[in-house]
């Protein structure tokens, strides 16, 4: 959803930003799976890495979060359009 590349490499990465406790991140636990974004290797690699993000310190994290909510967003309106998922 990121970079557009739809490969092998694709796969569900489940949010890490500045807010993942709030939708079930805890110490061992992910988020809840409606959080994911599909992202390539080299996409999730950027956000888990913390390479993702304009902006210095506390900025840059919220730049980042904000960055991977709204491919979450794209992501549940892909799946939906792809009838994944059914509302």
Excluded at 10 to 20: C, D, F, K
Excluded at 45 to 68: M, R, T
Aim: hydrophobic fraction near 35%; charged fraction near 25%.
């Amino acid at each position: 959803m990121n970079c557009g590349i739809r490969d092998d490499t694709v796969v569900a990465a489940h949010y890490q930003g500045i807010r993942s406790s709030d939708y079930g991140k805890g110490k061992g636990q992910k988020p809840h799976d409606l959080c994911v974004a599909d992202l390539c290797h080299k996409c999730h690699s950027a956000f888990d890495n913390y390479k993702v993000g304009s902006g210095i310190g506390l900025a840059k994290k919220i730049d980042a979060s904000e960055q991977f909510q709204h491919l979450i967003l794209k992501t549940i309106v892909r799946r939906i359009k792809d009838g994944v998922i059914k509302l």
